[in-house]
């Protein structure tokens, strides 16, 4: 177990669908992340919050709007997406974010097809 | 841009076996060499880093080789098992972000 909750493990959601991704941490960190896991894609960084502000946004769709109401918790607000959506989306945590050289903690990932 | 080139893409090792996973950068600020491994169902996990001011670095049967003038790095396992199976994902980093390699599909077989 890594300390980091993701839910719902999988989703199928249509075009015209709003859903939310939910990540929760229990580490104690106050960096987290959303990660975009495309088949032979290399891992694509989409936002970090540092405590609980957004420090980057990686040039993402507004179709994905991420919430970080406190250090332990990140969702990831889904609306009007494409079928090219379709990843696992992966939440992680670190101790300070800011800083690269930290180990990154990851949790199991959410499933999304958007039919 | 591709910063960061992984090879091979899969690699099939028989148990007991050397698997040799290689991963060439550009950027000559990177100071921060990690290697995570990632199994199926499951999110990466960091399995070993090393920092440029050594060649190598060794964690039981996991091995990070470090080649600063030819900026590449390399995670050598030992004696492979069928629990090694796995992803591998380098991403080495600088003052910015992780970037991660596009992986290496690793099966050993019995």
């Known amino acids: 177990e890594t300390g980091v909750t993701q839910t719902p493990r999988h989703l199928v959601m249509g075009m015209t669908n709003k859903k939310s991704l939910k990540c929760e941490q229990h580490?104690?960190?106050?960096?987290m992340y959303w990660y975009k896991q495309s088949a032979k894609k290399p891992l694509e960084l989409m936002f970090v919050?540092?405590?609980?502000?957004?420090?980057e946004n990686n040039s993402v769709p507004s179709r994905f709007s991420p919430e970080c109401p406190n250090s332990s918790h990140l969702f990831l607000h889904l609306h009007t997406l494409q079928p090219e959506d379709s990843a696992l989306y992966l939440c992680?945590?670190?101790?300070?974010?800011?800083?690269?050289?930290?180990?990154?903690?990851f949790g199991s990932g959410t499933q999304l097809s958007v039919l | 841009q591709q910063q960061v080139k992984q090879s091979p893409q899969s690699l099939i090792v028989q148990k007991g076996g050397i698997s040799i996973i290689n991963c060439a950068y550009e950027?000559?600020?990177?100071?921060?060499f990690p290697w995570y491994q990632q199994f199926p169902g499951k999110g990466p996990a960091l399995l070993i880093a090393?920092?440029?001011?050594?060649s190598e670095k060794k964690e039981g049967r996991f091995t990070i080789s470090f080649n600063k003038s030819a900026k590449q790095f390399s995670l050598h396992i030992m004696d492979s098992q069928p629990g090694d199976s796995a992803t591998y994902f380098c991403?080495?980093?600088?003052?910015?972000?992780?970037?991660f390699g596009t992986g290496t599909r690793l099966q050993v077989f019995p």
């Open positions: 919050y540092n405590f609980k502000e957004q420090t």
């Open positions: 090393i920092r440029p001011d050594v």
């Open positions: 991403a080495p980093s600088g003052t910015d972000k992780l970037i």
């Open positions: 992680a945590s670190s101790y300070r974010g800011g800083t690269s050289n930290e180990k990154l903690f």
């Open positions: 580490l104690g960190h106050n960096a």
């Open positions: 950027n000559t600020a990177f100071d921060y």
